[in-house]
């Protein structure tokens, strides 16, 4: 039986956090034994308006792509790729660029809510940057695309663009379904709306314990109670989405819960228990981590069959394209 398809990944913008964990990491891990699983490490999307950091943008991919294995993805059964490695990306791209509307690029919601969280005064190619992102799903036919729910909009464009080529081509591209983790958006550790690092509100997936410990202790909680006596306000407190998310004893949270709702337990224990449930989550992937970057050139290796293996299957996708468009009818 043929296997459905993923295309997920990340833009490199340095180590992942927790928030990539629940966003779209765990179900890569589940998903990636059941689907033909392609994880794309989007370096090209990190050049916009970056474009002169290169070294930065190489060293965060690197980042990227050790916490993707150190989160349980295997690479004998899940391709992990560079997006640079396959030019036949840039091709679909220049033939979707041909096909939006200016009007629809300028109105997507996760443009707009990335340039006014980053202050950018963005480049063409990052306002475009959806209809790149159409070409990588697009280019592996992706049946479904594990995302934060922050990127449901450019699902939504790239469906837009599969059912206007094929209706213009006949069918071609496979109409891709999003899927939002467990949690759509983790809170900060500040208490703001998203945990990014640049924000600087993060717990990473490489945090040792002694940051880890650092970062639990600061957890913003409730602003109106002042002595662990106090009544205290569960519902939107990080302490406990956090402890929702990722501590397995639920008898003890909700014994938390029940005893922090009328001030019978200290902000100081219920982060103490949140940094053991984290810290236990942590260690394998600690762990998992320090294997690879004790052997980079088996790290390396990886990632450059992974691009092999993946550029493959885009090629294969574009020859269709060229077919079904007549691009390249006179030259032949």
Known sequence: MIKKRILTGDTPTGKLHIGHYLGTLENRVKLQHTFDTYIILANIHAYANYYQKSEKINEDVYNVFL???????????????????????????????????????????????????????????????PILQAADILGFNADLVPVGEDQ??????????????????????????????????????????????????????????KALRQKVMSIYTDPDRIHKTDAGKVEGNPVFIYHDAFNPNKVEVEDLKSRYKVGKVG?????????????????????????????PEEAKEILIEGTKRARKVVVEVVERVREKTGINKLIK
Request: hydrophobic content about 40%; aromatic content about 10%.
């Open 152 to 209: 449901l909009p450019v699902i939504e464009q790239t469906r837009e663009i599969a059912k206007d080529f094929n209706q213009a081509f006949g069918e071609t591209f496979v109409v891709p379904e999003a899927k939002v983790g467990r949690v759509a958006r983790l809170v900060g550790t500040d208490g703001k709306l998203k945990m990014s690092k640049s924000g600087g509100n993060a717990i990473l997936l490489s945090d040792d314990e």
């Open 67 to 129: 916490d993707n294995l150190a989160v349980g993805i295997d690479p004998k059964i899940a391709t992990i790729f560079l997006e640079s490695g396959i030019p036949e990306l840039y091709e679909l791209y220049g033939i979707f660029l041909t096909m939006v509307k200016h009007s629809r690029v300028i109105r997507n919601p996760s443009v707009k809510e990335e340039i006014l969280y980053k202050k950018l005064d963005p480049s063409v190619g990052f306002i475009v940057y």
């Open 267 to 295: 902000d100081i224990e219920v982060k103490e228990k949140l940094f053991i449930a984290l810290n236990d989550f942590l260690t394998p992937i600690r762990e998992r981590r320090r294997y690879y970057e004790k052997r």
